[in-house]
């Protein structure tokens, strides 16, 4: 739907953990209006309900993407759908009705539970400031075709993280390598192959007057595994959650024992 200049600059004030979300919510009122583009009047009026029934917009969780299913060259497709069946598993916990148990007064946005996607290691889906952030990594590996020796996997490497030694190809230096995938898509003749492809996962990430970058589990985790690790914090959430803090303050506060069987990177 098309907007108008002022309509489209007041979007632009709009926090971005909610732009989408307005913006949706914008048109569809501007549609209701048998409008046929945005205008400011929309937009003020849209302002206005959210200001005053913010608790109606909340839905418990926010789970979000980046942009790569649309045709991004960066995006690295695991092949397990793991959208729709993390979308499912936070509605089962019902968190607008168990927030709104623990907080004193009506719901705010700030109040949801955030998880974000990012399908490559450029995390455009901001994942490092939300309850949960994911990342889709593959991570290279060496397969029984010769090297030819041309350098295209060492061109493509932004962190350096490939070197060429004369009659044993590639070498990898695995503390600078992101598991982005560029350098198997690179090289010509096969040597370079996708290797474990997965997730890596941060947790309590946020922004607001103490923000912090949420903290990584190590190692990279299939889509199963991803989600019994979900399913185990939103459980550690749930049962230690004070007045509707979010996720980086619990953690701040309980620590990682909870999850034991997952080794932790040092902050």
Same mark, same amino acid.
């Given at each position: 739907?098309?907007?108008?200049?002022?309509?489209?600059?007041?979007?632009?004030?709009?926090?971005?953990?909610?732009?989408?979300?307005?913006?949706?919510?914008?048109?569809?009122?501007?549609?209701?209006?048998?409008?046929?583009?945005?205008?400011?009047?929309?937009?003020?009026?849209?302002? +206005?309900?959210?200001?005053?029934? +913010?608790?109606?917009?909340?839905?418990?969780?926010?789970?979000?993407?980046?942009?790569?299913?649309?045709?991004?060259?960066?995006?690295?497709? *695991?092949?397990?759908?793991?959208?729709?069946?993390?979308?499912?598993?936070?509605?089962?916990?019902?968190?607008?009705?168990?927030?709104?148990s623990r907080v004193s007064g009506?719901?705010?946005?700030?109040?949801?539970?955030?998880?974000?996607?990012?399908?490559?290691?450029?995390? #455009?889906?901001?994942?490092?400031?939300?309850?949960?952030?994911?990342?889709?990594?593959?991570?290279?590996?060496?397969?029984?075709?010769?090297?030819?020796?041309?350098?295209?996997?060492?061109?493509?490497?932004?962190?350096?993280?490939?070197?060429?030694?004369?009659?044993?190809?590639?070498?990898?230096?695995? +503390?600078?390598? %992101?598991?982005?995938?560029? #350098?198997?898509?690179?090289?010509?003749?096969? *040597?370079?192959?996708?290797?474990?492809?997965?997730?890596?996962?941060?947790?309590?990430?946020?922004?607001?007057?103490?923000? +912090?970058?949420?903290?990584?589990?190590?190692?990279?985790?299939?889509?199963?595994?991803?989600?019994?690790?979900?399913?185990? #914090?939103?459980?550690?959430?749930?049962?230690?959650?004070?007045?509707?803090?979010?996720?980086?303050? %619990?953690? *701040?506060?309980?620590?990682?024992?909870?999850?034991?069987?997952?080794?932790?990177?040092?902050?």
């Amino acid at each position: 739907m098309q907007w108008d200049k002022d309509a489209e600059q007041a979007m632009t004030k709009v926090p971005f953990f909610v732009r989408k979300r307005v913006k949706k919510r914008v048109e569809t009122a501007a549609q209701q209006a048998g409008a046929t583009q945005v205008t400011m009047g929309h937009v003020t009026l849209c302002q +206005q309900r959210y200001l005053h029934n +913010q608790e109606d917009e909340v839905k418990g969780f926010t789970l979000e993407a980046c942009f790569a299913q649309s045709g991004c060259p960066n995006r690295i497709d *695991t092949g397990d759908n793991l959208t729709e069946r993390l979308e499912a598993l936070l509605r089962a916990h019902n968190l607008k009705g168990f927030m709104k148990s623990r907080v004193s007064g009506p719901l705010k946005m700030h109040h949801e539970f955030r998880v974000t996607m990012a399908d490559c290691p450029n995390a #455009c889906s901001r994942p490092q400031i939300v309850d949960i952030g994911l990342i889709n990594v593959s991570l290279p590996t060496l397969t029984e075709f010769p090297c030819s020796g041309c350098g295209a996997c060492h061109a493509v490497c932004r962190e350096e993280a490939i070197t060429l030694e004369p009659g044993s190809g590639p070498q990898f230096g695995w +503390q600078r390598c %992101l598991s982005c995938g560029q #350098c198997a898509r690179a090289c010509p003749t096969g *040597t370079i192959g996708q290797g474990i492809t997965g997730y890596r996962i941060l947790l309590g990430g946020k922004l607001g007057r103490h923000p +912090q970058l949420g903290q990584e589990l190590s190692g990279i985790f299939s889509a199963a595994t991803t989600l019994a690790i979900i399913e185990t #914090c939103l459980i550690h959430f749930k049962a230690e959650n004070r007045q509707g803090e979010r996720f980086g303050e %619990l953690l *701040t506060r309980t620590g990682f024992a909870f999850l034991a069987p997952y080794a932790l990177k040092a902050a």
